[in-house]
């Protein structure tokens, strides 16, 4: 990770600013999305003078030839797990970091968590598990996952995002919302991760850089794979080869798109060299109207 002394300062403005998000993230009936899983269906009762029609049950109303009501209590108590891709592509960007991104992401929602009173825990995965910190309560269990993730050196530069959700499929008891921040080039986690969402919320936060999308016409240069140290040598210069890198990026891309879509993964995608919080609000207000949609017809 970055100077610890330049990160430390950072985590100080993200917690200023968090203040801003979150009160961005209201909508409708919720405070914030980070109150648990918005809106909990709690039982019917018999309608009465004043109650809000739109909350009729008209089934159960049609049964007994009167008006009853649904009740909904909104969910307060909520467990996040920030699931962090520390591998050697983290390292990749131009004019920041994938790695220094994914850490003011995971900073700024954690503090808004935080702020609601939320548990959260930590995951920090490569090819493997390298830290697993349980979810818990408090400004000093935060200051502890900071920590964390600014202190620990990657054991391995390697990329194995299945062996994290299926670890976190078998220590996570209670339901959670499990949020994966990573630029997700690693290969077979489409079924581990289909497995995680049927018991778990998951969000996708996707980091990008410019870079990675278009190739640059500066000639022959030498690429490398962060993880695997492979190299190849590239005529940049050669348009078809340009034109071809671009679509294969953005095959991948919508590839990526439609089966976070299919197997209802909510994803954020997040480039490096552009500020987060107008995605995230926009993304996290658009959950909390669809949590209250989905109560609101059950």
Excluded: C
């Amino acid at each position: 990770m970055d100077d610890r002394a330049e990160l430390i300062r950072q985590i100080k403005k993200i917690d200023i600013a968090t203040g801003v998000l979150v009160e961005g993230l209201q909508s409708g009936l919720h405070h914030s999305v980070f109150k648990g899983q918005g809106i909990e269906f709690t039982e019917i009762r018999e309608y009465v003078p004043g109650d809000d029609i739109r909350s009729i049950d008209w089934k159960v109303t049609a049964r007994y030839d009167h008006p009853y009501i649904k009740e909904f209590t909104e969910e307060r108590d909520q467990t996040f797990h920030f699931v962090v891709d520390i591998s050697g592509s983290s390292g990749f960007g131009s004019l920041s970091t994938k790695e220094r991104k994914i850490f003011e992401v995971t900073a700024s929602l954690a503090f808004a968590a935080v702020r609601n009173n939320d548990r959260v825990g930590l995951v920090l995965f490569s090819d493997r598990v390298e830290k697993f910190i349980p979810a818990k309560r408090g400004r000093k269990h935060l200051a502890g996952l900071f920590n964390t993730m600014i202190e620990h050196k990657a054991v391995s530069k390697k990329t194995d995002l299945s062996t994290a959700l299926k670890f976190l499929g078998t220590v996570l008891s209670r339901h959670s919302s499990v949020v994966i921040l990573s630029d997700f080039a690693s290969s077979s986690f489409l079924l581990p991760l289909r497995i995680l969402r049927r018991r778990h919320e998951v969000i996708a936060i996707r980091v990008t850089d410019p870079r990675e999308q278009d190739l640059p016409d500066v000639g022959f240069i030498e690429l490398e794979d962060p993880e695997t140290g492979d190299q190849v040598l590239v005529n940049t210069s050669d348009p078809g080869i340009r034109h071809r890198y671009h679509e294969l990026v953005a095959e991948s891309d919508k590839k990526m798109h439609i089966d976070f879509v299919r197997n209802r993964i909510g994803e954020v995608v997040l480039s490096t060299n552009e500020p987060y919080d107008i995605p995230l609000k926009r993304f996290f207000t658009g959950v909390a109207k669809m949590r209250w949609a989905y109560a609101r017809v059950q």
